[in-house]
């Protein structure tokens, strides 16, 4: 169960004053994205950071990087021991995500971290996150209509909510490329604290650094990945301005292009877990503004080679036809499943296949539909025979995608093992 609120957070973390500085990051899409590029930027520049996102992919604890290397289990299991005796001592009743905030933020003392980069988990207002005090600079990526149940119904209600990490003092950086709904409200934040605001828009080159305009003339990426990479510099000179500004961000900006983000738009080989040699596209897009942006990757660099065929799942709770709708199209084919139970987040489920194979069959024109319940790698060998060495993507919730990568990650262990035999 997902219960907002600053109360618990604040007790656990009340004889821990945290000794390191933070960036912090709010929103619905990208918010991950500019995190990984702001760490790799800082560790890129010799400054020691720590690095907070959710939720995790493979290892619970692969959700926390110091110096752009994952903590190690043993360290995390000792922090997270000591988090959770304190809850039960003083009868805290912390949830999964407190306790893990907590965790990472008594990591990042003891690994001496100079600056924690911070995702907010949900929301940003009531998020455990917000409990950051001594923060560098926030920032607001994409925002969309997400998680109503607990946000608001309205774009306006959730950019508020998640416009709650803005404090007194602390300048901000927002993706000027949000609806003018949510620009307008962050603007009213904005002036009613009266702090220092910067919109940033990768199509204003005037607006950035001459080495960001040259590493998009080099490389050829999405609209979206764009607009991060803008975000994060942008935040980065302010966070460095008011920390170390000797050093030069403008000669960091070109190592932007060695950042991977596992799980986004990416291109894999399943073998051992199947018989296919063609990469396939993985991407954790799991709302109507995150399969758009895959739907139009999809239709750029993969239709022009036939049709898609598709392996899907989602999280109960979505609304599977926006999510699905505007991606899969007629002619394409569709294996759905389930992905398993997540490990530290036991509320969240996976959506019936049977209810997405109702939604996707009335797109006019699909091809094949089958449904495999929780049977991933069945659902992957299906796709992998129908699509024939043609287009496949994996896709509709980062769950999934976990999963794939934990499956894929077991096989290539079982073949080292049977090799060495």
């Given at each position: 169960m997902i219960e907002l609120g600053l109360s618990r957070i604040v007790r656990l973390l009340q004889q821990t004053p945290l000794t390191w500085k933070a960036i912090h990051i709010a929103g619905t899409n990208g918010k991950g994205s500019i995190s990984a590029y702001l760490s790799h930027l800082l560790s890129a520049g010799g400054v020691r950071c720590g690095r907070f996102t959710s939720p995790h992919l493979i290892d619970r604890w692969d959700c926390i990087t110091i110096g752009e290397k994952v903590v190690q289990e043993s360290l995390f299991r000792q922090i997270e021991a000591r988090v959770k005796l304190r809850d039960q001592t003083l009868g805290i009743g912390a949830s999964e995500f407190e306790l893990l905030t907590a965790t990472a933020f008594e990591i990042f003392n003891h690994e001496r971290v100079d600056i924690g980069v911070v995702e907010v988990g949900m929301g940003g207002r009531l998020d455990a996150t917000n409990i950051l005090t001594d923060v560098l600079v926030s920032v607001i990526a994409k925002?969309?209509?997400?998680?109503?149940?607990?946000?608001?119904?309205?774009?306006?209600?959730?950019?508020?909510?998640?416009?709650?990490?803005?404090?007194?003092?602390?300048?901000?950086?927002?993706?000027?490329?949000?609806?003018?709904?949510?620009?307008?409200?962050?603007?009213?934040?904005?002036?009613?604290?009266?702090?220092?605001?910067?919109?940033?828009?990768?199509?204003?080159?005037?607006?950035?650094?001459?080495?960001?305009?040259?590493?998009?003339?080099?490389?050829?990426?999405?609209?979206?990945?764009?607009?991060?990479?803008?975000?994060?510099?942008?935040?980065?000179?302010?966070?460095?301005?008011?920390?170390?500004?000797?050093?030069?961000?403008?000669?960091?900006?070109?190592?932007?292009?060695?950042?991977?983000?596992?799980?986004?738009?990416?291109?894999?080989?399943?073998?051992?877990?199947?018989?296919?040699?063609?990469?396939?596209?993985?991407?954790?897009?799991?709302?109507?503004?995150?399969?758009?942006?895959?739907?139009?990757?999809?239709?750029?660099?993969?239709?022009?080679?036939?049709?898609?065929?598709?392996?899907?799942?989602?999280?109960?709770?979505?609304?599977?036809?926006?999510?699905?709708?505007?991606?899969?199209?007629?002619?394409?084919?569709?294996?759905?499943?389930?992905?398993?139970?997540?490990?530290?987040?036991?509320?969240?489920?996976?959506?019936?296949?049977?209810?997405?194979?109702?939604?996707?069959?009335?797109?006019?024109?699909?091809?094949?539909?089958?449904?495999?319940?929780?049977?991933i790698p069945a659902a992957i060998n299906w796709a992998c025979e129908e699509a024939s060495g043609g287009p496949l993507v994996i896709a509709g919730s980062l769950y999934l995608a976990s999963d794939v990568l934990r499956l894929l990650r077991e096989a290539k262990k079982i073949t080292i093992n049977y090799d060495n035999e």
């Open positions: 925002i969309g209509l997400d998680h109503q149940s607990l946000l608001g119904d309205t774009i306006e209600q959730i950019t508020k909510e998640k416009a709650g990490i803005l404090k007194p003092g602390v300048p901000c950086v927002i993706d000027g490329t949000n609806s003018p709904a949510v620009i307008r409200t962050i603007e009213d934040r904005v002036k009613e604290l009266k702090i220092d605001a910067v919109y940033t828009r990768p199509d204003a080159p005037d607006h950035h650094s001459p080495s960001l305009s040259q590493l998009f003339a080099t490389l050829d990426l999405q609209p979206h990945q764009r607009a991060n990479m803008t975000c994060a510099v942008s935040a980065l000179k302010v966070a460095l301005h008011r920390f170390r500004p000797e050093i030069d961000v403008d000669a960091l900006v070109p190592q932007l292009s060695k950042v991977e983000w596992p799980g986004r738009l990416q291109n894999l080989v399943l073998k051992p877990l199947a018989a296919r040699e063609e990469p396939v596209l993985l991407d954790g897009a799991h709302n109507t503004q995150s399969a758009e942006v895959l739907g139009e990757y999809v239709d750029r660099k993969l239709r022009p080679q036939g049709n898609v065929t598709w392996v899907i799942a989602a999280s109960r709770g979505k609304d599977i036809e926006s999510l699905f709708h505007s991606i899969i199209k007629a002619g394409d084919r569709v294996a759905i499943t389930a992905f398993g139970l997540v490990d530290g987040m036991p509320w969240v489920k996976a959506n019936d296949p049977e209810e997405v194979a109702s939604c996707v069959q009335s797109i006019p024109g699909i091809g094949p539909v089958q449904t495999f319940g929780d049977d």
